[in-house]
Structure formats: structure tokens, C-alpha cells
């Protein structure tokens, strides 16, 4: 059974930093494309980062280029997020997800369950 988990969400002040972790599980994604999305109260989900299956290309939404690190790990099936200068607005569910495309029009096939960010001000 494919399952991906999400770690590392919690409360942190404005201007903090957390890194987002999610494990894979059931099999192998290193030829996907891996990426986070975020969804607020209210709101749509959003994309927030993507990274091809090489590691080599990587693409940001404007809302969270220069704050926000994605990166992978082949070898244990895991995609990080390190999220720098955290805003009140970046507060949302975490979601991470596999798929195909480059990273800029990732399309995606698998979903993992969420971890809340909460970003005080």
C-alpha cells in the first residue's frame, strides 16, 4: 500500500524557520516528480514546490521563492521542505505529493495526509 507521511508541522513565530519532511512507503518514487502544497482555512489548495526526480530542477511559487528549500532524497524515498522567514500568511495544511511533469506543471498522483503549520505573528 503507497502511503507518503508528512513530519515536522507545528506553531512557530513569524520569522522562524521548520523543515516539512515526508516519507514514502509501499515503493519507490525516485522516478516522480515530488512536491508540497498548502491548503488555508478558506482557501484553495495551492502549489508551493516541486523537484524533478533528479533533484537537478526544482520550481517555487512567488509567494514562497527565497524563503522556502525543496529537496529530496533518492536513497530513502523522502522530500524535505525547509521553510526559512516564516510569515502569518504561510499558516496553512501541508501536503505533500508525487507525480509526473516537471516541477513547474507537476501534476499530481499521490497525496499524503497533511501536517498543520501555524505561523504567529
Known amino acids: 500500500q503507497v502511503q507518503l507521511a508528512e513530519s515536522g508541522g507545528g506553531l512557530v513565530q513569524a520569522g522562524g524557520s521548520l523543515r516539512l519532511s515526508c516519507a514514502a512507503s509501499?515503493?519507490?518514487?525516485?522516478?516522480?516528480?515530488k512536491g508540497w502544497f498548502r491548503q488555508a482555512p478558506g482557501k484553495e489548495r495551492e502549489f508551493v514546490a516541486a523537484?524533478?526526480?533528479?533533484?537537478?530542477?526544482?520550481y517555487y511559487s512567488d509567494s514562497v521563492k527565497g524563503r522556502f528549500t525543496i529537496s529530496r532524497d533518492n536513497a530513502r524515498n523522502t522530500v524535505d521542505l525547509q521553510m526559512n522567514s516564516l510569515k502569518s500568511e504561510d499558516t496553512a495544511v501541508y501536503y505533500c505529493a508525487v507525480g509526473w511533469g516537471p516541477p513547474a506543471t507537476m501534476a499530481p498522483d499521490y497525496w499524503g495526509q497533511g501536517t498543520q503549520v501555524t505561523v504567529s505573528s
Open positions: 509501499g515503493r519507490s518514487f525516485n522516478s516522480y516528480a
Open positions: 523537484i524533478s526526480w533528479s533533484g537537478s530542477n526544482t
